[in-house]
């Protein structure tokens, strides 16, 4: 419809302007007439180059994203990863076998929509390519939150120096975009924010330190501790008995992370609360700290879909960084989290655990009751400056009681940045 109305616009406008110049004559009208019948040629060969399937033609360079994490190799060809909260700069090669006959610009234009929030971002690069007949174009934008982003569409388009006319191509989306937890946010201990009874966080990463296990009993020796006569079987034997006791399996950490934010959120507003947002990232930053010790780390996300994920050795925590990148998936019931604690621990055989958490989980000193004593730690992620409620101080202590360490941690402040729409896409060269 839109090219019939500007055919019959261009043959009202010649029909005009040579019933001016036949009965009217003139250098005015006749000069006007020689204007439409370039014009009208110009727009013929124009057609003709852009015709026979020889549109604008676009290519991703390969280097084209400048912060794409290198060791993420899984995954299929069209997926790209990239670090929440960088710039992100990506490069295309624009090509029109036509465009030397007619000079002007390359236009390239990405939709992208975010798969847990439904936040849609556009992604445009302009290029002035003259009398060449390609250029490379380069799309910077400010910092993606982190997620999913599934590719909506993807348009490329040639303008002539004129700006006259314009040949386009738009395929259908494919492919998604990560954007992964760098742990460059983790959060980071908060001296002297904890509560009167709690555990000052050490330095170490919670739950790298080594837990010994009970793995039987010994007679009991003049000179060891209290806390190591095992009082069930010195009930039964007669006799004191020592625990004897032993280190879990080394390089061994296993996380569980809690997806239920603040608890006060659901859904697509999930994504938004600054809770889980920290508590990712603390995650994440634990996890790759592991990982660059050696360890073999175990990650579990109690958000119903999401699942589990190993790696072991520095470099390789990709799979754990895609699934805390996807986090939350799916419902999470509020007692979700504590449930996949204890199930997790009972299958570690030992290794360390460490649960990060938001949220005040009195479910969750319950479950800890089940597991031998001093076995998990804990990570609680607190807003700095925020009040402490009542109950998040009587949870610490009973944490405490139970002899699981709680490190009080608080998330960076990073500078805001734009985010979303046009306004969050850079135009150059």
């Not at 009082?231 to 950490?253: D, F, I, N, V």
Request: glycine share 14%.
């Amino acid at each position: 419809m839109r090219s019939l109305l500007a055919v019959g616009w261009i043959g009202g406008c010649g029909a005009i302007l040579g019933w001016w110049a036949f009965g009217w004559g003139g250098r005015t009208a006749w000069f006007l007439v020689y204007v439409w019948a370039f014009f009208v040629v110009y727009l013929g060969l124009f057609r003709a180059a852009v015709g026979r399937g020889r549109g604008p033609r676009i290519e991703r360079l390969s280097d084209g994203m400048e912060v794409a994490p290198e060791r993420i190799q899984f995954g299929s060809s069209a997926a790209r990863f990239v670090y929440s909260g960088e710039p992100v700069t990506m490069a295309y090669r624009l090509s029109a076998a036509w465009l030397p006959l007619f000079g002007g610009r390359l236009r390239v234009e990405e939709r992208w929509v975010h798969e847990g929030t439904g936040e849609r971002i556009v992604r445009r690069g302009t290029v002035e390519a003259g009398f060449r007949r390609d250029a490379v174009a380069r799309c910077t934008v400010q910092g993606l939150a982190r997620g999913v982003y599934r590719q909506e569409a993807l348009i490329v388009s040639a303008v002539d120096a004129f700006g006259l006319m314009q040949a386009k191509r738009e395929s259908a989306g494919g492919g998604q975009l990560w954007a992964l937890p760098g742990g460059l946010g983790t959060a980071m201990p908060l001296p002297g924010t904890a509560p009167e009874g709690a555990r000052l966080a050490s330095r170490r990463p919670p739950g790298s330190d080594p837990v010994p296990q009970v793995s039987g009993t010994r007679p009991y020796a003049p000179g060891d501790p209290l806390r190591l006569i095992h009082w069930r079987s010195s009930a039964r034997t007669g006799e004191l008995r020592a625990k004897e006791t032993e280190l879990p399996a080394a390089g061994r950490q296993l996380i569980v992370l809690d997806a239920a934010g603040a608890g006060g959120s659901a859904g697509a507003a999930l994504w938004a609360d600054p809770a889980l947002a920290a508590a990712v990232e603390a995650a994440a930053g634990l996890a790759r700290r592991a990982l660059e010790q050696g360890a073999r780390v175990r990650l579990a996300v109690s958000d119903g879909q999401s699942g589990t994920a190993e790696a072991q050795g520095r470099g390789r925590d990709g799979e754990l960084l895609r699934l805390l990148a996807a986090v939350p998936r799916g419902a999470t019931r509020a007692d979700a989290f504590a449930e996949l604690a204890l199930r997790e621990a009972r299958l570690a055989g030992g290794a360390a655990l460490t649960l990060v958490t938001a949220r005040a989980d009195a479910q969750l000193a319950a479950a800890l009751r089940g597991l031998p004593r001093g076995v998990a730690r804990v990570v609680y992620v607190h807003e700095p400056g925020a009040a402490w409620p009542g109950p998040a101080h009587a949870w610490v202590r009973q944490l405490e009681a139970l002899g699981c360490p709680v490190t009080i941690l608080a998330p960076h402040r990073p500078a805001a940045a734009l985010r979303g729409g046009a306004a969050d896409a850079a135009i150059g060269t």
